[in-house]
Nanobody, 121 residues
Framework: QVQLVESGGGLVQPGGSLRLSCAVSGNIFSIGDMAWYRQAPGKERELVARITRGGSTDSADFVKGRFTISRDNAKNTVFLQMNSLNPEDTAVYLC???????????????WGQGTQVTVSS
C-alpha cells in the first residue's frame, strides 16, 4: 500500500506565498519522478512542475520564475514553493509519484488526493 498526502494549501492574498508538501508512505523501495499538477474548476488537469529522482526539474511556462519544485529523498517528500501567487493559480494541487514498491519490479503511478490553493484578496 502506497499513499500520497499533500499539505500546505490554503487561502493567500495575491502576491503571497505558499509551500506545498507531499509525503509518500507505505511500501517503498524507491521513488522515481515526482510532480505537481493542478486542476481549476471547469478546467483540465495540467502539469505544474516535475522533478526526477536526481533532482532535474521542469516546470510549466505559467509558473516559471515563481514556483520551485524540490524533493527530499530521505523523507520521500516533494515540495512546491509557490511565490508571487495570483488568482489564476487558484486550483486543487495534486501530487504525483512513480513508486517502485519492490526491487526488480516496475514503477507504479500514484496520485495524492489534492490540496486546495485559493488566491484571493
Amino acid at each position: 500500500q502506497v499513499q500520497l498526502v499533500e499539505s500546505g494549501g490554503g487561502l493567500v492574498q495575491p502576491g503571497g506565498s505558499l509551500r506545498l508538501s507531499c509525503a509518500v508512505s507505505g511500501n517503498i523501495f524507491s521513488i522515481g519522478d515526482m510532480a505537481w499538477y493542478r486542476q481549476a474548476p471547469g478546467k483540465e488537469r495540467e502539469l505544474v512542475a516535475r522533478i526526477t529522482r536526481g533532482g532535474s526539474t521542469d516546470s510549466a511556462d505559467f509558473v516559471k520564475g515563481r514556483f520551485t519544485i524540490s524533493r527530499d529523498n530521505a523523507k520521500n517528500t516533494v515540495f512546491l514553493q509557490m511565490n508571487s501567487l495570483n488568482p489564476e493559480d487558484t486550483a486543487v494541487y495534486l501530487c504525483y509519484a512513480l513508486v517502485l514498491r519492490y526491487a526488480n519490479t516496475i514503477y507504479i503511478t500514484y496520485w495524492g488526493q489534492g490540496t486546495q490553493v485559493t488566491v484571493s484578496s
